[in-house]
């Protein structure tokens, strides 16, 4: 799965995209942490104490998470010098970690919950991280995505909403439904953008939700066999009016250009548009989102080091900083507070807007166990959702 792009500043630079997830369903995601849910994971230790730091730190990241203007000085401080190898997807993520290479990782969803499953990274001692704290916005902590049966696995970097945009000139009643790019009767058939990733299947399923509640789904991210199958019949009608399935080099070019004039996009995605005719809103139906978190591998060769970085990029300045140079919410609320600049940011991204971000089902990988709590049905798997795309794409 493609991961985000980078900051406004990069936007071009790096492609991708990542996944991460909510579990629970009243409304939406934001708040829902697992709800109880038990999902059986190796039993992997937890460091109970801090050794000194080793010479040096292994990072698979995201574009425009580990830069020089933060990195540097946490070498000075800790010793550790800092080895960053940058990712375009979250799968090259998941195989970079399992070589064990690398100490840490910044990962999305879909990631993180492959990695927990499968033994790839150790339960955190959030006591060993102290910016860890009441700073960091509750809406990221408790996550399905990084927290299972009462253990931390992720400590949360940011966070940001898959979002309806449009060119106000062309689409000039405000849309406040996705209808506008579902239905088939969509006065923009043929000019609309849509994200091309398995992933975009729960898009489909949210929209499901609220249009056909006969079908019960209750997580977008846990579909059974027939829930799945109407998300893809809904998805091939929309394949005939779309413009173009887009990753984040091609979004912004495809609504500047005009191809497209209404679509899933992002926040920073429309910021890089430089026009205020393109809009964007989070639609009453609710929507995805992605939320990203650093890991550490089991086996860590480094694992001080890697426990200094988690809370080095935790303080409002670092969380600050990769939000700015990335385009995204921060994890850690008190940066809002910081600077005029800080907080003109914050309010764009809705960064500590709780309401908003409950609308906000996060990405995370779908797997047989449902993540809707049910036990008398088996769920769709993330390769069932890769098989079920490529014939919606043809």
Not at 142 to 157: A, K, R, S, W
Not at 183 to 191: D, F, L, T, V
């Amino acid at each position: 799965m493609n991961k985000k792009l980078l900051a406004p500043a990069a936007l071009v630079a790096a492609v991708g995209l990542a996944l991460s997830g909510c579990a629970s369903g009243d409304g939406g995601g934001g708040d829902a942490a697992s709800g109880g849910l038990q999902i059986d994971v190796p039993d992997v230790p937890m460091m109970k104490k801090l050794g000194a730091t080793e010479k040096e730190l292994n990072i698979v990241a995201w574009s425009g998470f580990v830069e020089p203007a933060w990195a540097d000085r946490f070498t000075a401080e800790t010793g550790c010098t800092v080895n960053r190898k940058v990712a375009a997807t979250s799968d090259e993520m998941v195989t970079l970690m399992r070589t064990g290479e690398y100490d840490l990782v910044s990962a999305s969803g879909d990631a993180s919950l492959r990695l927990i499953v499968d033994g790839n990274v150790q339960p955190l001692n959030t006591e060993l991280i102290p910016n860890f704290g009441d700073d960091i916005v509750e809406g990221m902590k408790g996550q399905l995505y990084d927290t299972l049966n009462g253990n931390v696995y992720g400590i949360p970097i940011g966070r940001g909403a898959n979002i309806l945009q449009y060119n106000s000139e062309v689409v000039t009643d405000d849309p406040t439904s996705w209808d506008v790019v579902w239905e088939k009767n969509s006065p923009y058939a043929g000019k609309i953008a849509a994200y091309d990733s398995p992933i975009y299947i729960a898009d489909a399923a949210i929209y499901l939700m609220a249009t056909q509640p006969d079908l019960g789904i209750e997580n977008p991210y846990a579909l059974d066999e027939k829930q799945l199958a109407a998300a893809v019949d809904l998805l091939k009608q929309q394949n005939g009016m779309v413009s173009e399935y887009w990753n984040p080099t091609t979004n912004v070019s495809s609504f500047t250009g005009g191809n497209s004039v209404v679509g899933t996009s992002w926040e920073v995605l429309r910021k890089a548009t430089g026009d205020e005719k393109f809009k964007g809103v989070l639609p009453k139906e609710g929507s995805t989102g992605w939320s990203d978190a650093w890991m550490l591998a089991t086996d860590a060769a480094n694992p001080n080091c890697g426990y200094a970085w988690m809370d080095y990029t935790s303080s409002a300045e670092v969380n600050g900083q990769i939000a700015m140079n990335f385009g995204m919410a921060p994890a850690n609320g008190a940066f809002c507070d910081t600077s005029d600049e800080a907080r003109a940011h914050c309010d764009y991204y809705n960064a500590t807007d709780e309401e908003y971000y409950k609308k906000v089902w996060f990405w995370t990988t779908p797997i047989e166990q449902c993540l809707d709590g049910r036990k008398d049905v088996q769920c769709t798997s993330y390769q069932d959702w890769t098989a079920a795309w490529a014939t919606v794409k043809g």
